[in-house]
């Protein structure tokens, strides 16, 4: 337990990044090897499993049946477990000492730029950079000019600005780890993930972890022993709060059996919902705090063992931790509302879905064929039905289906679901050639993180015909209505013109889903965490059109994604407007990444009612419009 995904990650992409700057113009080779880092660090940062454990018990053979991961890149990476170091990438660092780190995330300056600067000046930092840039020296050199300049500098100062949150899936692995650390230490008797991890918020500024033991000291010596530390930052009695290699901190607290409950109240948060909890604990005449609920005048402690106890004696019913954002949900949880009951027995729960309906094959973008995405979906996350909704033919980076693919591939769509039907498709000798290693990881990624694995073979499976159809500039589609009236479900996405005004963008959404043959609007807003800001669109107009044409929005459940926020959602559902929630899977792995557009839903308090594909296919495909 010391190295963790994001690190791995990390070397590789600093890799990619050397071998970039060190490579002469116009090598061909270069550019490829330099993306093959880059995709492998990817990969591995979207893997729902510690890539530590794949090695640890499937060694080089199971690092190899990972995605886009070669020989070359393999072997790389078990150096990099084994030794902490590689020493290809030792070598380049040695040719080119610079602080990598700080280069890593800033926009503006590639590896070729900084060589080309390097081979004048000598620069090793953004410190360095910016002296030059307020020295008016790197306009001197080729391909600089004073307006580069400003647009850099600009670009440096939001770059030390934003030290990001980080996503929650790509904590998801990490955390793992450290679970796992803690579970070997035997006089630990509870782990608990608390803070915004628990409440599954969509980015996270730090982890925050409560254990029950009655030896805290030793705990507390155990857990600053963990070897992917880098700093230790405080150490009391029963708190410790340190920093990982990869720059995420971890706080973690230590309180006794009986104070489970309240200290898991307390780092639960959100913070707003526990300062109302309070109030309310004052009004009763009581203290809530992390030990526990007390009276004021005895003294005497009335609860704390568990949340619920606390709950209750506050006169309310127990909140799952994705509600606590005090947005009214303290109010709606009257111990005894029959509107709350409601509400609690119909949240949409990690195990209600049952079909995706964005799925891409390798026909387009995809990693695996139909026939593969199919098998898991079934075998492995107990799905009951898939759409294969690949790109279409505008979005050429993606080599997107033009009209005669696309029917073709409901032909094959259908050859599988007569196969499907006869029974022969799940069975044993039809299993794809995904060995052993992979299927394993698949399994366990999904018993640990979506309590769904239901891992059924009889019964029925379906793959539904359909297409992420591209929206053009105008809000038209790129494919024919006549073609796509023979497909069982169309989403419509937008994938370019990012630019355009809020009106003009609003204009192209409502043009597509008043398109009698869109079902979905996929990628309602086309952002991604931390990179990119949704293209700007007026979200309740688009919410009214949705509901007027009886067209579905989709949460991206791919966690850099989620294009809803838990506001939207509370938006949609409350107006009426019906949702879907997709993986947006290229690989089987991803379709763990559905718990995360599920946990949105449940943060914006969506019934299972409010979304479709808790329905049959059957019953989906009846209610489309
Ligand atoms: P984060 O880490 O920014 O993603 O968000 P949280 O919610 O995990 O916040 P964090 O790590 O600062 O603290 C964990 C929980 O501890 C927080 O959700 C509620 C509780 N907490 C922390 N500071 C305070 C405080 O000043 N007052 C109250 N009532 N609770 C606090
Ligand atoms: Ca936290
Ligand atoms: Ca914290
Ligand atoms: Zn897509």
Do not use: C
């Not at 708190?239 to 706080?251: E, I, P, S, W």
């Not at 169309?490 to 043009?511: C, M, P, W, Y």
């Amino acid at each position: 337990m010391t190295i963790s995904n994001a690190e791995v990650a990390k070397v590789l992409r600093k890799i990619a990044f050397l071998v970039e700057m060190d490579s002469n113009k116009e090598d061909e080779s270069i550019n490829f090897k330099n993306r093959a880092y880059l995709k492998a660090a990817d990969q591995i940062e979207n893997l729902p499993v510690p890539i530590e454990k794949i090695y640890k018990e499937s060694g080089l053979k199971g690092l190899l049946q990972i995605p886009m991961i070669g020989k070359a890149i393999s072997s790389k990476i078990e150096e990099f477990l084994n030794t902490g170091k590689i020493e290809y990438y030792e070598k380049l660092r040695i040719k080119y000492p610079i602080e990598i780190d700080e280069f890593l995330g800033l926009e503006g300056i590639g590896p070729k730029t900084l060589r080309t600067i390097m081979d004048r000046v000598p620069v090793k930092n953004i410190k360095d950079l910016e002296n030059l840039i307020k020295e008016e020296k790197l306009r001197t050199i080729p391909g600089f000019s004073q307006k580069k300049e400003s647009n850099l500098l600009k670009k440096i100062e939001s770059h030390r600005k934003g030290k990001s949150r980080s996503l929650l899936g790509d904590l998801y692995p990490l955390v793992a780890q450290i679970e796992d650390y803690l579970v070997d230490q035997k006089k630990i008797t509870k782990i608990i993930v608390v803070g915004s991890f628990r409440r599954m918020k969509e980015t996270i500024g730090d982890i925050d972890i409560l254990v029950v033991s009655r030896y805290p000291a030793e705990v507390i010596n155990y857990f600053t022993k963990m070897p992917n530390i880098d700093e230790v930052l405080s150490q009391g009695t029963s708190k410790a709060f340190v920093r990982l290699n990869n720059g995420t901190d971890v706080d973690l607290l230590v309180v006794p059996e009986d104070s489970f409950g309240s200290a898991s109240l307390y780092f639960t948060g959100s913070k707003e919902h526990g300062i109302v909890l309070r109030k309310i604990a004052q009004m009763h005449g009581y203290r809530l705090n992390e030990w526990g609920l007390f009276d004021n005048s005895t003294g005497q402690k009335l609860a704390g063992e568990s949340e619920s106890e606390i709950y209750n004696r506050l006169d309310l019913e127990w909140i799952p931790p994705e509600m606590r954002e005090n947005q009214g949900e303290i109010q709606m949880a009257k111990k005894g509302s029959k509107i709350w009951q409601q509400k609690i027995q119909n949240l949409i729960s990690y195990e209600s879905l049952k079909g995706d309906l964005q799925v891409h094959s390798s026909n387009t973008d995809g990693q695996l064929s139909v026939e593969e995405m199919a098998f898991y979906a079934r075998t492995i996350f107990g799905l009951d039905y898939i759409a294969i909704t690949d790109h279409t033919k505008s979005l050429s980076i993606a080599r997107g289906l033009d009209e005669h693919q696309l029917l073709d591939q409901s032909n094959e769509i259908s050859e599988i679901n007569d196969r499907i039907k006869s029974g022969e498709f799940f069975s044993q000798e039809n299993r794809p050639n995904i060995t052993k290693h992979l299927n394993k990881y698949l399994k366990e990624s999904n018993a640990k993180n979506s309590k769904n694995s239901r891992n059924k073979i009889n019964g029925t499976f379906k793959i539904l015909t359909a297409a992420e159809v591209n929206i053009l500039k105008d809000g038209s589609l790129d494919i024919s209505n006549n073609v796509l009236d023979k497909l069982d479900i169309v989403g419509a996405a937008i994938h370019s013109n990012f630019n355009l005004s809020e009106d003009i963008q609003t204009e192209r959404l409502i043009k597509a889903a008043q398109n009698p043959s869109v079902d979905i609007i996929f990628h309602p807003t086309g952002r991604i965490i931390n990179k990119r800001e949704g293209y700007p669109i007026n979200i309740s107009k688009l919410l009214s059109i949705a509901l007027e044409t009886d067209t579905i929005l989709e949460i991206d459940a791919h966690y850099n994604r989620l294009d809803l926020k838990d506001e939207h959602i509370r938006m949609a559902i409350e107006k009426g407007v019906k949702l879907v929630i997709d993986s947006d899977a290229h690989h089987p792995l991803h379709y763990t990444f559905l718990k995360f557009g599920i946990a949105q839903a449940r943060r914006g308090w969506a019934e299972r009612g409010d979304i479709l594909n808790t329905l049959s296919a059957n019953d989906l495909l009846k209610n489309l419009k």
